[in-house]
């Protein structure tokens, strides 16, 4: 028995290590208490997210199942990987969190070597004792509302792989000590704010892989990037580049210079790039001829070229790749033919070629060959042709008999128009004056008074513009305009209504607001409230141009209310102004241009009608730019929509004073001001503005910019208008900004205040410019 049991004994303990070592590692580590505490801690500073409701004090984190939420490494009882992930578009944190306190928490892991911390509304600016976490090796704070510049201390970080500031407001250059990190595989900053030019650093990161630098305010020629041989994607989109083509390595597979202002011709070198997949050079300046060889490039399948002036000739044995799928050639001045490869007739290929001057039987995009030559000449560029070849002279001849007979026939039309003139003129010099007669029931007469502009109503004035009379519509007219409401005329949701987008019969475009009414609010006298909203024509507001009733079949009461505003087709302030490349946005004048045209047409809401109309959910992406960016006022409050509110109150027992009638007209008012001065914020920062956590984070950086110097102020606004501004026009508008986001209504502007401060605003800026856009009406305060 002895002996059988010492036989036993070590068989025993075999499998007793063998069972001990298929214990997965995780769990039977157990964190040290201050990890745990330190754990909870962050919860508790992310305000108790509902993604971390699993994390208790009892909890086992490093036994916690991993989720696309958060997931926990540890390793000797200590963190090494801390990943947690938000809710897309999360709202930045409550004004109470601490950017500080959160980091000094995270320094508390000293053996973090993964760091993840992607939507969760963190704001502030990124603390330098990140770089305590010295064994990271990622780092990733995408998806968040941190700002300011990248702080020195990163680079001490020399473990790091991997950084990711993607969508955040991160400001200023790409820090020149970037090169400190040698073994950064990884760089991605896009959708920010930097500015400035690349350093020249960036040429001795050979450990880079990846380099992401899109949608920020970037300029510049790009550094010598060839020594970066282990590079294979380069992401500089939406960005003012240029205008040298970048010296790049032969290995890259992803190439992204779109909407920059590169020029010159494409390198040759770029048909050796045996590994390229995708290549976009879109919406830039290049010139030249586009080589076709990068069509049969081995390993392509995205090629977008669209919006340059590249030149030469397809022809329809041109070869390609078999994996090309997406192909773009519009918008250039290409000749030639259609390749047969590009196989029109798959569904598995994408391929656009409009507004060249290829052969293509019914396609009335296609220009004929001479448009292309003529272009091609005026930029200075040699058509893909021998130079001495016969087809060649004889279009540069005929080329130079047109201009020339069109350069004669302009002369002669001034010298004609001149003469004509100065016959005209001698006419009215030598005509004797005539006297007013005191008839005013003439024709004549009436006809001679509203020639003068003092006399033309605003309605008339409308008219001249363009703006057609009031007019009730059928039904069945904006069934039609609508091709009866179909989805794809859906504009989007609007203020207790839905709007859409419409064409009428003489192709006239409009913006058509559905209101829908309950039963209860269809007994309202509509007459009094029709004739208030025809009146809202203005410059700055979407006109009204009409409306149509959809009765209730069983009582004929109505159902459904369509109002037609003219329809503005440039865009929104918000995507001139914080979104798209740095050289879209607008300038300053024309920023403050823009401002003054919503306050005037506040003030017209205010008390251009009576009664006025207030609360008018003001936005910046209400305010619509025409053409001649022009701003206009959309989804503003309608008088119906105000009555049928009053009505259903009434209908469930409310009762209003004449007392809360002024009170609701003065609040009306505070409201739409501290609304326009959260607009004026954005224009002001050139940053899209989500929520009121973030008006306050950035009312306080205003704050604290205009107690500052010169140089605080210019840090706070847009980069793109940095030099454009005058600094006493510039802290005008960040003054009245500052009254208009005032926490007590009384102490905020009135509208007339805020339109005073910013004519002066643009006053001065005229006064300090040589020349300037903006003629601003003369205004007093009242």
Known sequence: MATSLLLFKPSCLLIALITLLLVPLSSQISLYPAQTWSLLRIQHLLNYPPILRPWHSNSTFCNLEPNPHFTIVCYSNSVTQLHITGKPFSPSLPKSFSIDSFVTTLTRFPDLKVL?????????SLPAKIARLSNLEILNVSSNFLYGTVPHEISNLTNLQTLILDHNLFNGPLPNWVNSLQLLAVLSSKNNSLNGTLPNSLSSMISLRIIDLSLNDLSGDVPDLTELTNLEVLDLGNNSFGPQFPKLGVKLVTIVLKN?????????????????QRIDVSSNKFVGPFPPSLLSLPSVHYINIAGNRFTGMLFKNTSCNDQLEYIDL???????????????GSKDKSVFYSQNCLSVMGDPTQHPDPFCQTQALAAGILPEKKRGSKSMEKAIVATCVVVGMVLCALLVGILVLYIFKRKNVRTIVLRPPRRLKENNGSTGNFSQTMTDSRYISPAIKLGALGIPSYRTFSLEEIEAATNNFDTSSFIGECSNGQMYKGSLADGSLVAIRCLKLKKKQASINFRNQIEIISK???????????????????????????YIFEFVPNGNLRSNISHGVARQRLTWPQRISAAIGVAKGIQFLHGGIIPGLFKNNLKISNVLLDQNF??????????????????????????????????????????DVYDFGVLLLEILCGRPIQSYYEVGIMRNQLQLSLSGDRAARRRFIDPVVNKSCSDESLKTVMEICMRCLSKEPVQRPSVEDVLWNLQFAAQVLARSCEASPLTPSRSSRS
């Open 116 to 124: 993840s911390l992607t939507s969760l509304g963190l704001w502030g």
């Open 260 to 276: 920059n202002r590169f020029g010159g011709s494409i390198p040759s070198n770029l048909e050796s790039y045996n590994f390229l």
């Open 330 to 344: 519009s918008e250039n001045l290409l000749s030639g033919m259609v390749p047969s490869c590009f196989d029109l």
């Open 536 to 562: 809202l024509r203005h410059r700055h507001l979407t006109s009204a141009l009409g409306h149509c009733f959809e009765y209730y079949l069983d009582d004929s009461t109505v159902s459904r209310i369509f």
């Open 630 to 671: 022009v701003a206009k006022i959309s989804c503003y409050s309608l008088p119906i929509i105000e009555q049928s509110m009053k009505t259903e109150t009434q209908l469930e027992g409310a009762s209003n004073g004449e007392k809360d009638k002024a009170d609701h007209t003065d609040q009306g008012e505070k409201v």
